[in-house]
């Protein structure tokens, strides 16, 4: 009887280790897997508190799953104020994600599903190497723009999000924004997830097999421009065509059929002079050297200015839309 007392005591003993183990297992979840590992990320105190502003956009894809961003200008103006002016345009809509590297980012904004390349306009890259303080890191969920790895200034609509971490990026890619909760991270991984292949006739890798279609992204609460750290400290040449039109608001004669000839083409030629003398060229090459040039102080190959102040350009950010 004590014999028979003693081997239950122990069964039990073993039965309960038994059943410790296995709930500290399933306390591991997904094979061991971070429990928060799809939680939206955070910034740290320091950072959030340089941010007086944010903008809100929605990422919507044809499925119509969403990607939830905030942006920040305060900390890339110019890199938020042209993901607003394209995304306010219509740019990204029916492009995709054409690059989707599991456990590293998720890329697109500038491709179709035939992978026809839909340019824009280069813009600055607002990082620390190009010499712009810039204390984003590329952690899980940041958004940062893509570029050709040898020119810094070659960014323009493309964008990627981070699926992992890869600080090393930090200083040589101009991160604008993060993904704003939960919900949109796990649409980040579900991205990041799928069934990935090479088209060789275009050069590509890493394009998912079912087209990943953005249907829009729409911007709320107004655009990067009403923000005070939105392009204000940009040494922007000004609009020639908007310039010839002050100066007819401003300095035309209340009543011009009362000049004569001579004062009329007096007025006229000074209006010429003033033109001439802001650098505007009227040449069909484009702006000269000290024509109006982009606020970001990067020549487009086209030399001609846009409106938007970005320099126009005709060249490709690559063949997978930057390295990265």
């Known amino acids: 009887m004590v014999e028979l007392k003693k081997m239950t005591g122990k069964l039990t003993i073993f039965a309960a ?8 297992l399933t306390g591991c979840g ?3 897997e971070d429990p928060d590992a799809t939680k939206a990320p955070e910034i740290s105190k320091e950072l959030a508190a340089k941010l007086e502003n944010t903008i809100d956009a929605t990422i919507t894809l044809e499925d119509g799953d969403e990607i939830n961003l905030e942006l920040y200008p305060d900390l890339a103006p110019e890199t938020v104020d042209n993901f607003v002016e394209l995304a ?26 035939d992978l026809n390349e839909k340019k824009a306009d280069k813009i600055t890259g607002e990082f620390e190497s190009n010499g712009f303080e810039n204390e ?19 960014a323009s609509s493309q964008f990627f999000i981070m699926h992992g971490d890869a600080d090393y990026l930090d200083g040589e890619y101009a991160a604008f924004g993060r993904v704003k909760d939960d919900m949109s ?3 980040v991984d579900d991205i990041a997830a799928v069934t990935t292949g090479s088209v060789m006739s275009k050069g590509f ?23 005070p750290a939105s392009r204000s400290d940009k040494k922007a040449s000004p ?3 908007r310039q010839a039109d002050d100066i007819d ?3 035309a004669p209340e009543d011009m059929g009362e000049l004569t000839d001579e004062e009329l083409q007096e007025i006229l030629d000074s209006f010429d002079d003033r033109i001439d003398s802001s650098g505007s060229s009227n040449t069909s090459g484009g702006s000269g050297s000290s024509g109006s040039s982009s606020t970001s102080g990067s020549a487009g190959s086209s030399g001609s200015s846009g409106t938007s102040g970005r320099s126009s350009t005709s060249g490709s950010s690559g063949t997978s839309g930057g390295s990265i």
Not at 17 to 24: E, F, P, Q, Y
Not at 91 to 113: K, P
Not at 145 to 151: E, F, I, K, L, P
Not at 208 to 218: A, L, R
């Open 185 to 187: 991270m796990t649409v």
């Open 88 to 113: 306010e345009d219509g740019f990204y809509d029916g492009l995709i994600f054409h690059r989707v590297i599991e456990g590293f980012m998720i890329q697109g904004g500038g491709y179709d599903e």
């Open 249 to 251: 608001e401003t300095d």
């Open 136 to 154: 984003l890191s590329h952690t899980r969920g940041v958004v940062s723009m893509a570029r050709v790895g040898n020119d810094p200034n070659s």
């Open 205 to 227: 890798e890493d394009v998912p097999v079912t087209p990943i279609v953005i249907k829009s992204v729409t911007i709320e609460g107004g655009g990067a421009s009403n923000s």
């Open 239 to 241: 609009d020639p065509d």
């Open 17 to 24: 280790l038994v059943t410790g183990a296995a709930l500290a």
């Open 30 to 32: 997904n094979g061991g």
